[in-house]
């Protein structure tokens, strides 16, 4: 079976260039997940899908973060402009249907730099 | 949300049992514990979860205090590949279910 497919897996850019990346889950994955990972912290959850509806969007930057998952399979998460901070490790994971026990599998992340 | 505490790191040699503590003195009726670990440039992997009662799966066994404001993850026998940060993580219920809620972690260093 295949896990989680994240692409790219490194992007370097510039601050005020904007960059996206794809996510798309383990088939019949319902609920998706992004996560952003500082650099010698835990991950922490930007955004919940519950097929293509954003049921938890608490955590994202709305200024300049956006996220869609149109036909709810693939994903995309937008940075426009970037900054600096932006700079760490982007992680999308998916998990059956959320519950309080359901595991959650994650793909490798994609590691940004912002320049 | 209730907090979990781990210590920042333990050491191990290979082939020995590894206990990871973790702290959880808020944790309600309703959360299930669960520990994922991360491998260096890998996403986080998930090891086991309980409630209430000791689990064991093929990867580990997690010990639940009676109490519940305390747990142990234990690697039977720990190999060089069982180096990596453990996370131990309340999942709550009710409006946040499936929000897993990371702290900093132990980071588990194997000797040969």
């Known amino acids: 079976e295949a896990g989680v497919v994240q692409s790219p897996r490194y992007k370097i850019i510039e601050k005020k260039q904007p960059v996206a990346f794809w996510c798309n889950p383990i088939s019949g994955h319902n609920t998706l997940y992004w996560y952003r990972q500082n650099l010698g912290q835990g991950p922490e959850l930007l955004i919940r899908?519950?097929?293509?509806?954003?049921?938890?969007d608490s955590q994202l930057p709305k200024d300049r973060f956006s996220a869609e998952r149109l036909k709810g399979v693939d994903s995309t998460l937008k940075i426009q402009p970037a900054e600096l901070g932006d700079s760490a490790v982007y992680l999308c994971?998916?998990?059956?249907?959320?519950?309080?026990?359901?595991?959650?599998?994650f793909g490798p992340g994609t590691r940004l730099t912002v320049l | 949300d209730a907090k979990t505490t781990q210590p920042n790191s333990m050491e191990s040699n290979e082939e020995e049992p590894v206990h990871l503590p973790c702290n959880h003195s808020t944790i309600s009726g309703t959360d299930y514990i669960h520990w994922y670990r991360q491998l260096p440039s890998q996403g986080p992997e998930y090891v086991i979860h309980?409630?209430?009662s000791n689990v064991n799966n093929r990867m580990a066994s997690l010990a639940i205090a009676e109490d519940r404001k305390s747990s142990t993850l234990i690697l039977h026998r720990a190999t060089l590949r069982d180096a990596a940060v453990y996370y131990c993580i309340l999942n709550a219920g009710g409006t946040s279910y499936g929000k897993l809620t990371f702290g900093q972690g132990t980071i588990l260093t194997v000797h040969p």
């Open positions: 899908y519950e097929n293509e509806e954003a049921v938890d």
């Open positions: 309980g409630l209430t």
């Open positions: 994971a998916s998990s059956p249907r959320v519950s309080s026990y359901n595991e959650q599998f």
